[in-house]
C-alpha cells in the first residue's frame, strides 16, 4: 500500500469529502491519495485536492498522522485559494469503473459527521468534530489503525 496524504477543508461549517460508491459499499472519505515519487507529502495533498475536486489549497498545517496497516497517512488543515468545487479532473472521474467505483465531491455539514458510520478514516472525522468544539491539537496527533 502506497503512503497517502489526506486533507481536511472546512467551509460554512461543512467538511469536503468524496462519497464512493464500490462494488456494494457506500462510504465517505476525506479527500487525498498516494504521494508520488520525489513528492513531499504537502505537494501530494495540494495535488490530489485539485485532481478531486477541482480546488486549489494551501496548506495551513499537518493535523494528524493515522498509521494504516502499517503504511503512514498525514492529514493536513488547508485552505482553498482558487478553483471551483465539482470540478476534478482526476483518473477517479469518467465512466463507472466496476474496480474504482464512482468520485462525488460533496459538503458534509460538520453536525452531521458523527451521525454516519461511514465516513473514513473515523477517527479523522472525530477529530474534526472535537477540534471544531475545542480547537486544533497544537501538536499532529498520531493514530494507529487496522
Known sequence: MRIRAGV???EDDKVALIERQRASLHYYAFPGG???DGESYEQAAIREMEEETGLKVK???RIADIHYKGNPQPYFL???IGGEFGTGTGEEFGEYDPVR???HPMWMPIA???EHDNVYPADVAALVVKSIKDGWPAEPIIIFEE
Open 59 to 61: 496548506v495551513i498545517r
Open 101 to 103: 467505483g464512482t468520485y
Open 112 to 114: 452531521e459527521l458523527s
Open 34 to 36: 498516494g504521494v508520488d
Open 78 to 80: 488547508i485552505e482553498k
Open 8 to 10: 481536511i477543508l472546512i
